[in-house]
């Protein structure tokens, strides 16, 4: 069974552009999640969605957005992006909102200048 | 408010030295849900364990054992015997319970990283 995939794996973009990432989670899982990892602030809680629909945010900036689509890939997109939105974007999967292992994907690496 | 602690930033063994990572945490829910993952340096997260608040039954899974104290608020890691390949950073983690099960979003610890030198 294929695992998580994110592309592009890496990224570089110029401030104030904006930038759309890509995770195609493993077959039949339905819950996507998405994590901010910098050196800084670690590890952090995007969004996750769950048929198509956010069921949990964290505490990211509006410029932070997402969706999910009928076969449960999903995109995030960062608008209006800053040097501190460079980070390693990684993308999880679970077969349902409420399920316990989350699988991730290797993460994109977006690089801003 | 959800915490993680992992106050060990670095460790560094020789290998078929036994280390332990230590990881501690804070939460308001009777119910929830501790994890740990291997970040390798290709960058992935890889699940190694799931505990739930009610089973405090201490696992073993081959050279890797958890110890969890609810007493301690603690979900400690030891690797024993360890080997080169368990280079990698670790974190700890912790969620909430949903209405079904674990929610799925993770608060992370900062991440221990371990090097096994041959």
């Known amino acids: 069974k294929a695992g998580v995939t994110q592309t592009p794996r890496y990224l570089i973009k110029t401030r104030g552009q904006q930038v759309t990432l890509s995770c195609s989670p493993i077959s039949g899982h339905r819950s996507v999640s998405w994590y901010q990892q910098t050196p800084g602030q670690g590890l952090q809680f995007l969004f996750e969605?769950?048929?198509?629909?956010?069921?949990n945010k964290g505490n990211f900036p509006g410029r932070f957005s997402g969706r999910q689509f009928s076969n449960s890939r999903s995109e995030m997109n960062v608008s209006t992006l800053e040097l501190g939105d460079s980070a390693l974007y990684l993308c999880?999967?679970?077969?349902?909102?409420?399920?316990?292992?989350?699988?991730f994907g290797p993460g994109t690496r977006l690089t801003v200048t | 408010a959800q915490k993680v602690t992992q106050a060990q930033t670095e460790i560094s063994v020789v290998e078929k030295e036994d280390v332990t990572l230590d990881c501690v945490y804070e939460t308001r829910d009777t119910t929830y849900y501790l994890f740990w993952y291997k970040q390798p340096p290709s960058g992935e997260l890889v699940f190694l364990i799931r505990?739930?608040?009610?089973?405090?039954q201490n696992e073993i899974s081959g050279r890797y054992s958890w110890n969890f104290q609810k007493s301690t608020s603690s979900f400690n890691f030891t690797i024993t015997a360890s080997q080169v390949v368990d280079s990698a950073v670790y974190f700890c983690a912790l969620s909430e319970a949903g209405v079904q099960g674990a929610n799925s979003k993770l608060t992370f610890g900062k991440g221990i990283t371990l090097s096994v030198r041959p």
């Open positions: 505990r739930n608040s009610f089973d405090e």
């Open positions: 999880a999967s679970s077969l349902s909102s409420n399920t316990y292992e989350q699988y």
């Open positions: 969605y769950f048929s198509e629909t956010q069921r």
